[in-house]
């Protein structure tokens, strides 16, 4: 889970918001989200008080963020230099875009080209109307 937020820290990035939410977990994860929270004020976590399932939890993140758009990253993830901004020019791109989806690609590898989506197992972003 470390190497998954340092890998989403290292993205350059601006107006970032990290939401980790720990849904009951037996091990460390609580520990690991506090302490990046704790050093970078971009980062908040949520616990929740009972085991809920991937559901709640992404539903509880969503609830919590501010930001325009939301990206589901998961604590075995890895993000690639650069993916954020590559998928903020996707969207530029293409504005009414509503899902992009990436693929799940064996290994790291130390930057991101234009293929920056082949570096996630799986990204949902959902622009929010309010």
């Known amino acids: 889970?470390?190497?998954?937020?340092?890998?989403?820290?290292?993205?350059?990035?601006?107006s970032l918001e990290i939401i980790l939410v720990d849904d009951c977990s037996i091990?460390?994860?609580r520990?690991?989200?506090d302490y990046f929270a704790e050093n970078n004020k971009n980062i908040k976590v949520i616990n929740h008080q009972?085991?809920?399932?991937?559901?709640?939890?992404r539903n509880t993140g969503i609830n919590a963020?501010?930001?325009q758009f939301i990206i589901f990253v998961d604590s075995d993830d890895y993000?690639?230099?650069g993916c954020l901004n590559g998928i903020a020019r996707l969207i530029?791109?293409?504005p009414v875009m509503d899902v992009i989806i990436g693929k799940y690609n064996e290994g790291h590898q130390n930057s991101c080209s234009n293929e920056?989506?082949?570096?996630?197992?799986?990204?949902v972003l959902i622009p929010i109307i309010s």
Do not use: H, P, R
């Open 1 to 14: 889970m470390a190497e998954c937020i340092q890998s989403i820290l290292k993205q350059n990035f601006k």
């Open 27 to 29: 091990d460390k994860s």
């Open 116 to 123: 920056c989506l082949t570096a996630l197992s799986l990204i």
């Open 92 to 94: 530029e791109k293409n």
């Open 50 to 57: 009972k085991n809920c399932g991937v559901s709640v939890s």
């Open 31 to 33: 520990e690991i989200c």
């Open 79 to 81: 993000l690639f230099e």
């Open 65 to 67: 963020a501010s930001g």
